[in-house]
């Protein structure tokens, strides 16, 4: 029988856990706060950024809105960042991604303090990861850790097949997972004979983008199947990348979708707020 990681669960006890250390930090007069903007009104991003300030809500956390139109400027854009970069009282500044077309995403992630880059995005902390100095650290793959660590699933040494290769999962997910000791082997849609390389897999984290894509076929009999993928399909039902009915029979321990990856992200986001304040001080 197989176990299904419950990143609800292992999500809301790790807010419950920072919410105790903000309670204390609060004690001794220091209030975290997370300044977010959004630009345009992209429904899922709209989405996104209403949970973000409900989980700092929760947690204690001050949150300050910048909801800004379509039509901002790139200019626009950098200067209220640069007013949060040299304000005291906000730790960390989160910029809903996807931007509009006519704003340069890398510029303006560029742009935020690597103090306050609570969403592990800028260079800086992504050379810093890569080296293994410290540094904040993607949402996404960092909480993918933090499930297999609370899930007692042991990292070091074991085969660690990760599919896709984007900035904010896949590299970084294989930076982390070499610091945790495992063996790592990274596909994308170049990568010839994907099946026979997945099936070397102690550990498989599938963050492709494509409904279902990963069937029984590509999974070693007892492995532990992480599945970063979020689709809705017609009916509004939710779906992952891996083919959950297919494939959890066939692994000892598998995310499902929803309730695996998606709750940690936002729970690290929130992490690394708590934690963004010891750098600002
Ligand atoms: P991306 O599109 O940037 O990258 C997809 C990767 O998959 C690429 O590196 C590509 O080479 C690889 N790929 C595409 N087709 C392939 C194929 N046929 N075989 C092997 N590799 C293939 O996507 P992303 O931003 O990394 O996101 C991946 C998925 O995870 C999406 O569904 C996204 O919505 C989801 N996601 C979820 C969370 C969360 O919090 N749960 C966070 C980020 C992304």
Known sequence: MYQIIDGKAISTALKEELKVKVDEMKSHGTVPCLAVILVGEDPASTVYVGNKKKACEFI??????????????????????????????????L?????????DEDAVIKAISPKKDVDGFHPQSVG???????GFVSCTPAGIIELLKRSNVEIEGKECVI?????????????LMLRENATVTVCHSRTKNLAEVTKR?????????????????????????????????????LCGDVDFDDVAPHT???????????????AMLMKNCVESVSLNS
């Open 60 to 93: 204690g956390i001050k949150s300050l809105s910048y909801e800004l139109p379509e039509s901002t400027s790139r200019e626009e854009l950098l200067e209220l960042i640069e007013k949060l970069n040299a304000d005291d009282s906000v730790n960390g500044i």
């Open 128 to 134: 810093a990861l890569c080296i293994g100095q410290p």
């Open 163 to 175: 599919i896709g290769r984007s900035n904010i999962v896949g590299k970084p997910m294989s930076l």
């Open 95 to 103: 910029v809903q991604l996807p931007l509009p077309k006519h704003i």
């Open 252 to 266: 000892s321990a598998i995310t499902p979708v929803p309730g695996g990856v998606g709750p940690m992200t936002i």
């Open 201 to 237: 897999a102690d550990i498989l984290i599938v963050a492709i983008g494509k409904p279902k894509m990963i069937t029984a076929e590509y999974v070693k009999e007892g492995a532990v199947v992480i599945d970063v993928g979020i689709h809705r399909l017609e009916g509004k039902k």
